[in-house]
């Protein structure tokens, strides 16, 4: 699991939060006040152990990334989605799966090219997108799933 270490704005203390918890208003450890995330979030790495348990708990639409890290276009991706993770944070939570690495979600989810992103809702798959998007496009579809 990968962590995040946002320094807190009142206290100055560091702290150290799992990637799948920055959407959960974390509070400082030290003087719990609430930590301002924003410009440390970064899409949330998950796996085959954790994935489907995640899409369906999460309170926010989920856009999950499955790439695979000798693919090209999945390179070019990586950059657009670290800024659409901290633009869309509070709306929409961005996510990976490395697919050479998590045989078990890409066959279930049936993932024939990388990249692929799927959206989910309540747990439930509502778009799709394969290849390597516009960036535009992308960005419209978050703001209207940001919306619906
Ligand atoms: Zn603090």
Not at 17 to 22: C, E, F, G, S, Y
Not at 102 to 121: E, Q
């Amino acid at each position: 699991m990968a962590t995040i270490v946002i320094s807190c704005a009142a206290c100055g203390g560091k702290n150290r939060i799992p990637d799948t918890k920055q959407h959960l208003h974390p509070k400082c450890g030290k003087c719990k006040a609430p930590l301002v995330v924003d410009s440390f979030v970064v899409p949330v790495e998950l796996f085959d152990a954790n994935m489907d348990s995640f899409v369906k708990s999460a309170s926010l639409p989920v856009l999950v990334d499955f790439f695979s890290p000798t693919c090209g276009p999945c390179k070019t991706l990586a950059p657009l989605l670290r800024n659409l993770a901290k633009k869309f944070h509070h709306k929409i939570i961005i996510a990976t799966v490395d697919t050479s690495t998590n045989p078990g979600c890409s066959a279930f989810y049936k993932i024939r090219g990388v990249p692929t992103l799927i959206f989910f809702k309540n747990g439930t798959v509502v778009d799709q997108i394969v290849g390597l998007p516009e960036p535009a496009m992308l960005e419209s579809k978050l703001v209207y799933f940001a919306k619906k």
